[in-house]
């Protein structure tokens, strides 16, 4: 009595199970999964992949300390290095929003207009080894460890630059980080509402 009571309990876990994988197949099949870039992720999604994108990080990213001096020379560095390889997805340093900022699926953070929080070592592991499913490429074969810090530093420190470094983006790009600063604070700047688009 009691193994026929388990044998169907089984049987009906399996049914349901192959019912389930049937149906995502025929939804995948039919053509009812769209798979277009120029969408916005649903909370739900962002919510579910930020969480296993954090948990991986606390179990795979070495917890590094940035091996490479901070100096106006590797700031200014690692901000070139940006423009050349980072600004077509995450903006460039006229703190103009990338014109691909819509159109991947999820969309690139603009990591100048939303400067990034995250320790060195969280920042050096994604540029290194890239975000699976998403735009995000991994750099390690077309940059050196040595450019990927310089990147992650100049990243790091953008609302700290030495005064060195401010000036060569304002002879360069016209504005400063702390004139755009500036801009926003007196509200001639407003890009909370397009970022928010960015952001669960
Ligand atoms: C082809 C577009 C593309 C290029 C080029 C690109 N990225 Fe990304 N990057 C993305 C996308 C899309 C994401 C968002 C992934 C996600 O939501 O998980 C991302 C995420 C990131 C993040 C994580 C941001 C966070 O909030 O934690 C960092 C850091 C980053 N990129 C740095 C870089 C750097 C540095 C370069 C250049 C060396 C670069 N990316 C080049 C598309 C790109």
Redesign the pocket.
Known sequence: MVITTIRNLILGAVGLVLTALLLASAILQLGFFPTNADARPSSLE?KI??SA?DASMRRHAPHLANPVAVTPDTLIEGAN??TM??????GTLDFKPSP?EHS??????Q?LLRP?T?PEW??FY??RT??RY????A?EN??SDEQ?WK??GF?TRIEKLPPAVKDFWKNLYGISPDAYQRQRAAGLRSRDEDLDH?QP
């Not at 390889?85 to 995450?90: G, L």
């Not at 998403?134 to 490429?137: G, K, L, R, Y």
Request: overall charge negative.
């Open positions: 962002y992949a930020e994108l290095l940006y390889n980072c600004s077509q997805c995450h691909l991947t699926y999820p969309p690139p953070p990591l990034l995250s969280h920042t994604t540029i890239g975000i998403t735009a995000m490429p750099w077309a940059l990927i990147i992650t990243l960015n």
